[in-house]
């Protein structure tokens, strides 16, 4: 095993889905942006980056979760959870139908502004989108195309992880929410606008507290992957 390849595995075996955060220790400006970056950077099909990313630093407004963000507010512990204790907590939004059915004006302009495509690729692209949303993939309704983007995001949040493993930073995954209500709060103390954007996953980033609670198992590489 090279260098490169021992440092990825104490990564992933160091990586752990943190309860509580030490709340004094906090990441710093640059190692943060170095997370964002790998979020921006990721891949996201089509290149349609379908989601926005909302980091939420003040006390006051994390505290609009707590009550049904049962995954992140420290019940089970006894603890004030991720939502209390990480130095920087995420959520990520999903674009809906409004950007993200094939031919929506925000697509035209990413390709055009931000892809920077040719007009002919543009239209060829439109087209490709709309076979595999319509013929493909079978996404059919708002809810679908919610879903897909979700699925962007959480290849972003996956590698978020993983680098912020590298540079030695915990961090955790979080589903554990209930969506209606998540998606009040967005509304109605973010101004975040649901037709547009969808609550996906959140994710918080700090330093451990403790070692983790449970030791870390998994299924064996038999059991996970054919070769075929
Ligand atoms: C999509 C997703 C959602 C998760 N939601 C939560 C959550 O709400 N709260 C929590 O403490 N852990 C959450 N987890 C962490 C998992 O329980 C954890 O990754 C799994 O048990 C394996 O443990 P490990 O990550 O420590 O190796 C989530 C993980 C994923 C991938």
């Known amino acids: 095993m090279n260098d490169i390849q021992a440092q990825i595995m104490e990564a992933n075996n160091f990586r752990h889905a943190t309860k509580v955060?030490?709340?004094?220790a906090k990441i710093?400006?640059?190692e943060f942006n170095t997370i964002l970056e790998t979020a921006r950077l990721s891949p996201s099909s089509f290149g349609m980056e379908p989601w926005q990313l909302l980091v939420i630093q003040s006390t006051e407004k994390r505290e609009l979760f707590r009550e049904f963000a049962?995954?992140?507010?420290?019940?089970?512990n006894g603890t004030a959870g991720q939502l209390g204790t990480a130095s920087h907590f995420c959520i990520f939004l999903a674009h809906t139908g409004a950007t993200m059915a094939h031919h929506s004006d925000y697509q035209q302009k990413h390709m055009k502004e931000v892809k920077q495509l040719p007009d002919e690729v543009i239209g060829f692209i439109n087209d490709a989108f709309q076979k595999f949303q319509e013929h493909d993939f079978h996404i059919e309704g708002d809810?679908?195309?919610?879903?897909?983007?979700?699925?962007?995001a959480y290849?972003?949040?996956?590698n978020m992880m993983t680098v912020a493993a590298l540079?030695?930073?915990?961090s955790c995954p979080i589903e554990g929410f209930e969506m209606g209500k998540?998606?009040?709060?967005?509304?109605?103390?973010?101004?975040?606008d649901p037709k547009l954007y969808k609550p996906a996953v959140m994710g918080a980033f700090g330093y451990r507290a403790d070692g983790p609670v449970f030791p870390k198992t998994r299924r064996k590489m038999e059991a996970v992957v054919s070769w075929v």
Not at 21 to 24: C, G
Not at 70 to 76: C, F, S, V
Not at 143 to 152: N, T
Request: aromatic share 10%; glycine share 12%.
């Open 167 to 170: 540079m030695g930073i915990d």
């Open 155 to 158: 290849i972003a949040l996956g």
């Open 70 to 76: 049962w995954g992140a507010n420290g019940a089970t």
């Open 182 to 192: 998540t998606i009040a709060v967005l509304e109605e103390r973010f101004g975040i």
């Open 28 to 30: 710093s400006e640059s």
């Open 143 to 152: 809810r679908q195309i919610v879903d897909w983007s979700a699925r962007q």
């Open 21 to 24: 955060f030490d709340s004094e």
